[in-house]
C-alpha cells in the first residue's frame, strides 16, 4: 500500500529536490550551519514511508541526543505537511510508524543490545541515516552497513548528515579521497556527496541567522559553519583526553564530583559526575545538556542521579541555587575571581582526562575548545568563549579541589576561584 500526498515543490530547497530519488548506496549531505540539511533529510523519510516502501533506522553516537534533534524535526515535517492522520508517534519508544506500515526507528550507539535485535514490523531495514555523523567512529559505520540486509524491492542506501570538523577526521580520510575543494557535488557508482551552506537555505532563515554566520570573526568557525568546509584547527585548550567505556567502573568510586552551569535560551544548562583517580579524572555522566530548562526541571533530572551529593554551580545566578535547595537539591555556589578560569584549565591539564563515550556533547566539546588569537594571528593565554558549558561545569564541580590547589600556590587575589 502506498499513500500519495500533494506536496509542492515550495516547501524544498531547490538544491535538494534531485536527491528526493537518489538510490546511491552512500549518500553524504554536509556543510556549514542553518544549510536546511536535517530539515530535508527529515522530509525524504516522511516521502519514503508514504510512498516508496522503506523502513528507516535514524541513528545518532548516544540515544538521548536523538529525541530534541531529529525525532523532533521529524514530527515536525508530519505536521507542517498536515498529516497527522497517517503516522502513529510513539515518543516513549521513539517510533514513528506510518499507516503503509513501513516505521523510522531511532536509536542511540550507545545501546548495541537494542541495535541488534532492532527489526521493523513490516519489511528489512533499507535505510539508515546517522546525523551528527561525525560524532561516530569508523567501526560504527561498518557496523551499520551489515545491518542493510535482507531481501527488498527497493535499493538499500546508507546516509550520513552533519557539519563538518577536522581534515583529519576519519570521514574526510574515508569518504573524501577524490573530494575537490570548491566543487559541491561528487558522485560515483558508490558515493554521493552533496555540500551545502545557509546560502542555499535563504528564503527559510531570518536576517539575524544570516547576520550572525556572514559577521563570524574565528577564522575557523567561519571556515567551518559558515562557509561548510574541512577545517583546521589548533591551538586545542585540552590535548590530554581520549574516550572509553567506563560502563563497569561507574559506580565503583568512593566520591564523586557533580557540577552545573546554568543555561536558557542561548546556552544549553550542562551538568556532570565526575571522578578522580590517582592522575586520571573520569568524566563518567552528562546529567544535562539542553536549552530552555526551568529550575524545577532541572531539579527533577539531578534528583535520581545525584541524590543528596552537593552539586557546585555557576554562583553568578544566586537564585537560580536557591530554587534547587528548596527543591531539595544540595546545590554550592562555586567561587569566583580573576584569572580562575585559567587556573582551572591549568588543573584539569594535570590529568589524563578519561571521557566516557555516552558524554557526547562533553567530547564535543574537548574537540573544539581552544585558546584565542591577536589580530597578527598569535596565540593568546585566553579561552574562546564557546563550547566550554560541560567544560566549565567541571571546573565547578572541581571547585575545592582546585582552591585548596590555589592556596597550596599562594594566589591570595581575595575571591579567587572558579567562573
Given amino acids: 500500500m502506498n499513500v500519495n500526498i500533494q506536496i509542492s515543490k515550495k516547501v524544498f530547497n531547490e538544491v535538494y529536490i534531485p536527491y528526493l530519488g537518489n538510490n546511491i548506496r552512500t549518500q553524504i549531505f554536509f556543510g556549514g550551519s542553518s544549510a536546511g540539511k536535517s530539515v530535508f533529510i527529515s522530509q525524504r523519510c516522511v516521502i519514503d514511508l508514504l510512498e516508496n516502501n522503506r523502513n528507516y533506522l535514524v541513528i545518532r553516537n548516544t540515544a538521548n541526543t536523538l529525541r530534541t534533534s531529529v525525532f523532533n524535526e521529524i514530527k515536525k515535517v508530519i505536521s507542517n505537511w498536515n498529516a497527522e492522520k497517517l503516522f502513529k508517534i510513539n515518543k516513549t519508544e521513539m517510533t514513528i510508524t506510518c499507516i503503509t506500515g513501513y516505521q523510522i526507528l531511532f536509536r542511540g550507539l550507545d545501546d548495541a543490545e537494542k541495535l541488534k535485535s532492532i527489526i521493523p514490523e513490516k519489511g528489512v531495514i533499507t535505510d539508515i541515516l546517522v546525523e551528527e555523523a561525525t560524532e561516530t567512529k569508523r567501526d560504527d559505520i561498518k557496523q551499520l552497513y551489515k545491518r542493510l540486509r535482507g531481501k527488498s524491492k527497493v535499493?538499500?542506501?546508507?546516509?550520513?548528515c552533519f557539519n563538518p570538523i577536522f581534515r583529519t577526521h576519519w570521514i574526510f580520510k574515508e569518504y573524501f579521497k577524490n573530494w575537490v575543494?570548491?566543487?559541491t557535488e561528487y558522485h560515483d557508482d558508490r558515493l554521493s556527496i552533496l555540500k551545502t551552506t545557509y546560502k542555499d537555505n535563504l528564503r527559510f532563515l531570518e536576517q539575524d541567522d544570516i547576520d550572525e554566520l556572514e559577521n563570524e570573526q574565528d577564522p575557523y568557525y567561519r571556515?567551518?559553519?559558515t562557509l561548510g568546509n574541512w577545517g583546521i584547527l589548533g591551538d586545542l585548550i585540552f590535548t590530554n583526553w581520549k574516550i572509553e567505556d567506563l560502563t563497569q567502573i561507574k559506580n565503583t568510586?568512593?566520591?564523586?564530583y557533580n557540577g552545573l552551569d546554568f543555561g536558557f535560551a542561548n546556552d544549553?544548562?550542562?551538568?556532570g559526575r565526575q571522578a578522580i583517580k590517582g592522575k586520571k579524572l573520569y568524566i563518567l555522566q552528562e546529567l544535562l545538556y539542553e536549552l530552555g530548562l526551568t529550575n524545577d526541571?532541572?531539579?527533577s533530572r539531578l534528583k535520581p542521579a545525584i541524590g543528596v551529593e552537593y552539586i557546585r554551580c555557576d554562583s553568578s545566578e544566586p537564585k537560580s541555587i536557591a530554587e534547587l535547595r528548596?527543591?531539595?537539591?544540595n546545590a554550592l555556589a562555586?567561587?569566583?575571581?580573576?584569572?580562575s578560569v585559567n587556573f582551572g584549565i591549568q588543573y584539569m591539564k594535570q590529568f589524563e582526562i578519561i571521557v566516557d563515550r555516552s558524554c557526547q556533547n562533553a567530547i564535543n566539546e574537548f574537540q573544539l575548545y581552544q585558546w584565542q588569537k591577536n589580530k597578527d594571528g598569535e596565540v593568546i593565554n585566553i579561552p574562546v568563549d564557546r563550547n566550554n558549558h560541560f567544560i566549565d561545569q567541571i571546573r565547578y564541580a572541581l571547585n575545592d579541589r582546585i582552591f585548596e590547589k590555589e592556596k597550596e600556590e599562594e594566589y591570595t587575589s581575595d575571591g579567587l576561584g572558579i567562573f
Fill in 155 to 160: 535499493l538499500k542506501r546508507l546516509t550520513l
Fill in 181 to 183: 575543494e570548491g566543487e
Fill in 223 to 225: 571556515e567551518v559553519y
Fill in 253 to 256: 568510586f568512593g566520591t564523586y
Fill in 268 to 271: 544549553p544548562s550542562a551538568a
Fill in 297 to 299: 526541571v532541572i531539579a
Fill in 326 to 329: 528548596n527543591y531539595k537539591i
Fill in 334 to 339: 562555586a567561587k569566583k575571581g580573576p584569572g
